[in-house]
């Protein structure tokens, strides 16, 4: 790393407090609605869905249950060891399923699902009975033989060898691991003991072959204790083992939502300019080993197909971070999963398990608040993921998608962008806007500037 860089970056970042959204919705889910009546809802999602006839979908299973806590998480999860908890939850799912393979009769139509994602919590909690349930369920309307990717997340704690064969044998073609951290204080720190052998059992070269779709790590930087020496030994251990993704996170702190995060030790939390340094550090080894930084915290190795999508400005980006472009709706099940359909609405399922047996009791959609995008919500949400993604926005591009001039449209954007234009942080042409290599540090930041739902006041700040 240059010291220069590192104290030029160090200095925006005392002058600028970078705590804005991540942007995998647009707008915030504090800003949508919580009143409706749902059979008009439903009736609003299905024509939307329809209207989509043309365009390809994933459909997202969230499982939230895990073992245990560990300590830095913002997931929504539940704790348990007791399996007859998953089999209940896994009743309601069915419910929720069926609820919708009905729906989607009614109206004659089915979308095109063409990516499948088991996300938690912990997927991998799920025994083999249960889990050919839900796919015998979920074959109602998803064909397996046209997915072109079937991804699920992995807690190498938690399974053996035996299972790796069984998720190719479902057709899983995509793996993600939880790794976090590999340093064993770090581990300790965050309750989360994980040796890299563990993770080493199941990418054999012979079980990785059965993945071509490939392998990613989640890591997260700003973990309680670490530092730059134990950092370089969890990315150097991170290139030996070779993932074709890496999603490096900074570690959010949220103990008002997420208690548990107070049990960490707060004293060995680094600051946010050793948080940057540990980042810079990283991807300084990795963009040196083969891998291409894809957006603000995810990196992909040259050869990974999303890389191609990602240097032509097709990859795509939401909560399950850097993904292929090839859709832009998202259809799903299970407690707080987020669905949206591009353009027309966004809508979270509930949190609550209470909440989410009754309503599918009453054989409702188990939705818990929801937005309907206004035209003005999908050009800004096309700006702030361009930012967010691709650290550079094509005005005439979205001139011509929208029908509007760019410069007058974020007349008073530009304005606020002009204090970050002076410092260097962003170039502002006449045909595009652009983050230099310092603004990209901030490029949440800079995003949240064409945010709308965020006050005047606040955003020129």
């Not at 800004?380 to 001139?399: A, C, D, L, P, Y």
């Amino acid at each position: 790393m240059e010291k220069n860089n590192l104290n030029k970056i160090n200095k925006f970042l005392s002058q600028y407090k970078n705590d804005s959204h991540m942007y995998v919705e647009f707008p915030h889910k504090k800003y949508w609605n919580k009143s409706f009546k749902k059979e008009n809802l439903n009736e609003f999602i299905m024509d939307s869905i329809k209207e989509k006839k043309d365009e390809k979908f994933l459909y997202y299973v969230h499982i939230p249950h895990c073992h245990t806590q560990c300590l830095y998480c913002t997931c929504h999860v539940e704790i348990t060891k007791d399996y007859n908890v998953v089999k209940r939850y896994l009743e309601f799912l069915h419910k929720e399923i069926d609820l919708q393979s009905k729906l989607f009769k009614d109206m004659n139509h089915y979308p095109e699902i063409s990516h499948l994602h088991f996300g938690g919590g912990s997927p991998t909690f799920l025994k083999k009975p249960e889990f050919n349930e839900v796919l015998k369920k979920l074959s109602y309307f998803i064909n397996f033989k046209k997915l072109k990717e079937f991804a699920i997340e992995i807690d190498p704690r938690r399974i053996k060898e035996d299972m790796m064969y069984y998720y190719n044998s479902i057709g899983i073609n995509r793996i993600s691991f939880g790794i976090q951290e590999f340093d064993k204080k770090v581990q300790q720190n965050v309750a989360r003991v994980q040796p890299a052998f563990l993770t080493e059992r199941l990418l054999t070269k012979e079980i990785r072959s059965l993945f071509p779709n490939g392998v990613n790590f989640d890591l997260i930087c700003g973990l309680p204790g670490q530092n730059l020496e134990n950092f370089k030994f969890t990315i150097d251990k991170t290139i030996e083992m070779s993932p074709d993704r890496i999603c490096l996170n900074y570690m959010h702190l949220s103990p008002k939502f997420h208690p548990h995060q107070l049990k960490m030790p707060k004293d060995q939390i680094p600051e946010e300019n050793q948080r940057k340094e540990l980042f810079m550090l990283a991807e300084e080894m990795l963009t040196n080993n083969n891998y291409i930084r894809a957006g603000y915290d995810h990196f992909v190795k040259k050869t990974d197909y999303l890389a191609g999508e990602f240097s032509d400005k097709k990859s795509g980006w939401d909560r399950l971070g850097i993904v292929s472009g090839e859709y832009n709706n998202i259809f799903g099940s299970g407690v707080s999963s987020t669905c949206k359909v591009d353009g027309k609405i966004y809508y979270q399922n509930t949190f609550e398990n209470t909440e989410y047996e009754d309503l599918l009791n009453q054989k409702k959609l188990p939705i818990s608040n929801f937005h309907v995008c206004s035209k003005e919500d999908v050009i800004r949400e096309k700006v702030i993921t361009e930012i967010r993604q691709f650290f550079s926005i094509n005005k005439k591009e979205i001139n011509e998608k929208y029908d509007i001039q760019f410069d007058d449209f974020f007349k008073t954007e530009l304005q606020i962008l002009q204090k970050f234009i002076d410092h260097n942080l962003v170039i502002n042409r006449d045909e595009s806007l652009e983050l230099t290599s310092y603004g990209k540090e901030i490029s949440n930041l800079l995003a949240s500037k064409f945010d709308n739902y965020i006050s005047l006041s606040q955003r020129s700040l």
